[in-house]
């Protein structure tokens, strides 16, 4: 099956530095991926959807600023949470899809837990 | 009014028992459904898929979807302790969005 990993699984940094954290899809190109944000006991939200070589789509209230991302190539996505905060701790999942067709099946990294302190 | 609304449980149940999880969403535009089962600090894995009304089998696993009550079902046939997990239910809003539901906790005791 399809294989999307996510580096790192988990990172502590400090409140206003920025943290990088790349999603691969190990053994498809990844036409679209997409960043979701999971608090604790709460659902996946999406925050952005990004199209290889496109600028990414955010959704409503997430501030493209602090969240960059980038889809440079067919089979890598990062996300650079900046100047991050405490309220940014949070789990962060990518997914990866094979076209731009919605009905097709997303494949979810393992996540990246971000702990600001 | 969310649009797609879940108990968060969370449900305990023993091994062995048929299991009930449901969703309800608020759109009756939404076409396609699908459930997500997602294990302890990992990312969701895609367990059933199905478009418009009706029932799906796989294995254990029977997905059910009554659009006239816009409500969504999945059922757990002989559970197991692995069974244990965090499902969630979803569908896809506008051109490619995923809308998740909050997901229910399952835990199946041996």
């Known amino acids: 099956g399809a294989v999307v990993s996510q580096h790192p699984s988990r990172v502590i940094c400090k409140s206003g530095t920025s943290v990088k954290i790349e999603c691969r899809s190990l053994?498809?190109?990844?036409?679209?991926m997409f960043w979701y944000r999971q608090f604790p006991k709460q659902s996946l939200m999406l925050m952005a959807t990004?199209?290889?070589?496109?600028?990414?789509?955010?959704e409503q209230g997430v501030e493209k600023d602090k969240f960059l991302i980038n889809h440079a190539s067919l089979t890598l996505s990062t996300l650079t949470v900046t100047s991050a905060h405490p309220e940014d701790s949070s789990f962060y999942i990518c997914?990866?899809?094979?076209?731009?067709?919605?009905?097709?099946?997303?494949?979810f990294g393992p996540g990246t837990r971000l702990t600001v302190l | 009014q969310k649009e797609v609304e879940q108990d968060p449980g969370p449900l305990s149940v023993p091994e062995g028992a048929i299991v009930s999880l449901n969703c309800t969403y608020s759109n009756s535009a939404f076409q396609y459904f699908m459930w997500y089962r997602q294990y302890s600090r990992k990312g969701p894995e895609l367990l059933m898929y199905t478009y418009s009304s009706g029932n799906k089998e796989d294995g254990r696993f029977t997905a059910q979807v009554d659009k006239s009550s816009k409500y969504i079902s999945l059922f757990i046939r002989d559970s197991q302790p692995s069974d244990s997990a965090t499902y969630l239910c979803?569908?896809?809003?506008?051109?490619?969005?995923?809308?998740f539901g909050q997901g229910t906790r399952l835990t199946i005791n041996p």
């Open positions: 997914s990866a899809r094979t076209s731009r067709i919605s009905t097709d099946t997303q494949y």
């Open positions: 979803a569908t896809i809003q506008g051109a490619q969005k995923l809308v």
């Open positions: 990004s199209n290889e070589g496109s600028k990414a789509t955010y």
């Open positions: 053994d498809f190109q990844a036409t679209t």
